[in-house]
């Protein structure tokens, strides 16, 4: 089975300064890896996702994310946080078993807090 | 398309009550899957369905949690009978394909059970 961790429940950084949201994962095959974004009373919409090919991956709204099999870590960075980038991020594992799909998997969650 | 599509977006019920959620799912998608999401519990995989056959329903809390797919635009999640701790924001998410393709999510029903 699979699992994630998302380190920190609440991350606060300024305007302008870099985004670092802590995603590590345990999968006993390779995995697939998302970055879900959930702004207030809404869905969850993707940023951006690893599958296989290129560790570095870029997304929407200048996130990207970097796949560390080794540190069975996916980083999420942004370089200038920007005030609308204040929501609820989320990194998720899916898998492919061989024997069917999994659903989704989700960390808990890392609220980020843009300070003016 | 429109979208996952989810009816109510809210709903307040008493306990003991049946409550009974909806999704239509993106047209062609053939996974759908419901999510719980808590403060305390964060995002949980309920159950999901490919091609409107129940595959994995190891999350669904109790028997008291139902879920039906009876044809490819339609889901139902049913809670009988309901009690204050299912209160949550149910969300239904359906995706194309293998498991490394997106999961797209509806805006959710927020549950209150009092």
């Known amino acids: 089975a699979q699992s994630v961790t998302q380190l920190g429940s609440h991350v606060s950084v300024s305007e302008g300064a870099l985004v670092l949201l802590r995603c590590n994962y345990s999968?006993?095959?390779?995995?697939?890896l998302f970055w879900y974004v959930q702004y207030p009373n809404q869905g969850l919409q993707l940023l951006l996702k690893?599958?296989?090919?290129?560790?570095l991956v870029k997304g929407i709204n200048g996130f990207e994310a970097e796949f560390k099999k080794s540190e069975t870590s996916f980083h999420l960075t942004k370089p200038s946080a920007h005030m609308s980038d204040a929501a609820e991020y989320f990194c998720?594992?899916?898998?492919?078993?061989?024997?069917?799909?999994?659903?989704?998997?989700f960390g808990k969650g890392t609220h980020l807090i843009i300070q003016p | 398309d429109a979208g996952v599509i989810q009816s109510p977006r809210h709903e307040v019920t008493e306990m003991g009550q049946e409550v009974t959620l909806r999704c239509k799912p993106i047209?062609?998608?053939?996974?759908l899957f419901w999510y719980r999401q808590t403060m305390m519990r964060g995002l949980e995989l309920l159950i999901y369905?490919?091609?409107?056959?129940?595959?994995?329903d190891s999350g669904m809390p109790e028997d008291r949690f139902s879920a039906k797919m009876p044809n490819a635009s339609f889901s139902t999640l049913k809670i009988q009978p309901s009690e204050p701790r299912d209160s949550a924001v149910y969300f239904c998410?359906?995706?194309?394909?293998?498991?490394?393709?997106?999961?797209?999510f509806g805006q959710g029903t927020r549950l209150t059970v009092v």
């Open positions: 998720a594992v899916s898998l492919y078993s061989g024997g069917g799909a999994d659903g989704l998997t």
């Open positions: 999968s006993s095959v390779p995995p697939y």
């Open positions: 047209s062609g998608h053939d996974y």
């Open positions: 369905f490919n091609n409107n056959v129940p595959i994995d």
């Open positions: 690893y599958t296989t090919g290129a560790t």
């Open positions: 998410a359906s995706r194309l394909g293998s498991p490394n393709t997106e999961a797209f």
